[in-house]
């Protein structure tokens, strides 16, 4: 069982930061696929970037350029770093681990983005 445990979140103008950071209970002996995922009011939740196991970074192209994740294995985190947000990145914000068999999610963390 893999717990997963956001922060960071919060509201900021556009064209603001925010850094989302997730403290991963285990990066374990199984080669999970860490990630992030968003998803806003009526509408589907949708992935934003993974990392893999190797460290292949894979971004949706709606943030490429303007979001950038990494994760620290000593420190069993996963972060999110949103620069340039605008008001359609407003959405609960999702940490994921995945290996085929198994998933795990956290509690979500709200991204306001507002003037």
């Known amino acids: 069982q893999v717990q997963l445990v956001e922060s960071g979140g919060g509201l900021v103008q556009p064209g603001g930061s925010l850094r989302l950071s997730c403290a991963v209970s285990?990066?374990?002996?199984?080669?999970?696929?860490l990630g992030w995922y968003r998803q806003a009011p009526g509408k589907e939740r949708e992935l934003v970037a993974s990392?893999?196991?190797?460290?292949?970074?894979n971004y949706r192209d709606f943030v490429k350029g303007r979001f950038n994740i990494s994760k620290d294995t000593s420190k069993r985190t996963v972060d999110l770093q949103l620069n340039s947000l605008a008001i359609a990145d407003t959405a609960v914000y999702y940490c994921n681990a995945y290996h085929p068999g198994a998933e795990y999610w956290g509690q979500g963390t709200q991204v306001t983005v507002s003037s």
């Open positions: 285990e990066y374990g002996s199984r080669n999970y696929t």
């Open positions: 990392v893999d196991s190797h460290g292949n970074k």
